[in-house]
């Protein structure tokens, strides 16, 4: 199993701060995906990386994948509060999908 | 796109039953789907790959006689609670693998359902 390193594991900022989340492994992953979860609710998918290098924006949000695909990175620009929830980075294991996650990052964004 | 329901969100069953949980992908049809389990300020934990038509692949620790699970087609997967105890109350997710054109293979989730045994 390949392992994934989430870290900080809690970020409580001030609305308008800016943050970074890193995952980071030892092993290649063919790609790797972003989701945001809120309490009560399943993950929802916000990026997938798949090149190494690659960075992708989505709205104040961007995303990098490492050149060698071990690691990545979510940073956020002028956190709102409504980006409160856990963060969670996984890659894609194997032939069948099969993510492995990293343990997650509650980011709480106070007004 | 990309919808997976999932049903009941919330069941609250006595010790001792069995509860079935649904997970359906509304506008794709996926051939895998992961079962998991997520406790408290936690991550998600997997406990199974379903694939249609064939047996389950279950993670090392989770009792496939305690988790069954069907994949009777291309949008259904089912995961039953088999005699239920206390210690399996619990939040379970599933996933539906897109394995259509253009798509990463990403998984999209559906929106859980809480388990209480009493």
């Known amino acids: 199993t390949q392992l994934l390193e989430q870290s900080p594991q809690f970020l409580s900022i001030q609305e308008g701060e800016n943050l970074t989340v890193y995952c980071n492994s030892s092993?290649?992953?063919?790609?790797l995906q972003w989701y945001r979860q809120e309490p009560g609710e399943g993950p929802v998918l916000l990026v997938t990386?798949?090149?190494?290098?690659e960075v992708k924006k989505l709205k104040r949000l961007t995303f990098q994948f490492g050149d060698a695909r071990k690691d990545s990175s979510l940073h956020i620009t002028a956190a709102q509060p409504g980006d409160t929830g856990l963060y969670l980075c996984?890659?894609?294991?194997?032939?069948?999908?099969?993510?492995?996650f990293g343990a997650g990052t509650q980011v709480v964004v106070t007004p | 796109g990309a919808v997976v329901s999932q049903h009941p969100s919330r069941v609250i069953c006595k010790s001792g039953t069995s509860v079935k949980i649904e997970c359906r992908s509304l506008?794709?049809?996926?051939?895998?789907m992961f079962w998991y389990r997520q406790f408290p300020k936690q991550s998600l934990m997997l406990m199974a790959t379903s694939n249609e038509g064939s047996k389950a692949t279950y993670e090392q620790g989770v009792e496939k006689d305690k988790f069954l699970i069907n994949h009777a087609s291309l949008t259904l997967s089912t995961l039953t609670v088999t005699s239920a105890h206390p210690e399996d109350s619990s939040f379970y997710i599933c996933?539906?693998?897109?394995?259509?054109?253009?798509?990463?293979?990403?998984?999209?989730f559906g929106p859980g359902t809480r388990l209480t045994v009493l």
């Open positions: 092993s290649v992953f063919s790609s």
């Open positions: 506008d794709f049809q996926a051939t895998t």
């Open positions: 996933s539906a693998r897109d394995i259509g054109q253009g798509s990463y293979n990403e998984q999209f």
């Open positions: 996984a890659g894609v294991e194997d032939s069948w999908g099969k993510l492995q």
């Open positions: 990386v798949v090149t190494g290098g």
